[in-house]
């Protein structure tokens, strides 16, 4: 039987085949969403840092003329405003990736999960064994 640590946990989100967390508990589900939130929007920082997706996606709409603002009588109502993880959570991804690293280096995933892609080198670029280097060892 594995046992999953917090960091196994982690690095399996920053997965995009896995960023379900299928096999963990929900107290480990909530531990690594709150801990990746901690990161992306620190507490002591506004609401500036928040992405929604139409930010990210559409480009800013016309300003409506003056007349047809007096004219218009619905009120605007601003949309809930979502996280870096939550528009990563929402993402579907149609292809299957053996490397997260392929996924995090397309330029159009780096420019929509800023934060997360730092996240994603940081915590990939670890190798998973020691077996290169002994192998380099015992050759020498």
């Known amino acids: ?3 999953l640590e917090d960091d196994h946990i982690r690095a399996s989100f920053l997965h995009p085949n896995y960023k ?11 531990s690594c969403h709150g801990y990746y ?3 992306v929007l620190p507490a ?3 609401d500036d840092l928040v992405r929604s997706d139409k930010d990210t996606c559409e480009p800013p709409s016309k300003k409506n003329k003056f007349m047809l603002q007096l004219m218009e009588k619905n009120e605007t109502v601003k949309e809930p ?8 959570n929402a993402l579907t991804v149609e ?10 280096q397309q330029q159009h995933i780096q420019l929509a999960y800023p934060t997360l892609y730092r996240l994603a080198k940081r915590t990939f670029a670890v190798p998973c064994s020691s077996v290169a280097v002994e192998r380099q060892f015992s050759a020498a």
């Open 44 to 46: 002591t920082m506004g």
């Open 1 to 3: 039987m594995f046992i």
């Open 81 to 88: 405003c979502m996280s870096e993880i939550d528009c990563y």
């Open 95 to 104: 292809e299957e990736y053996t490397n997260p690293l392929s996924f995090w």
């Open 20 to 30: 379900k967390l299928r096999g963990a508990t929900k107290t480990q589900i909530k």
């Open 37 to 39: 939130r901690d990161l």
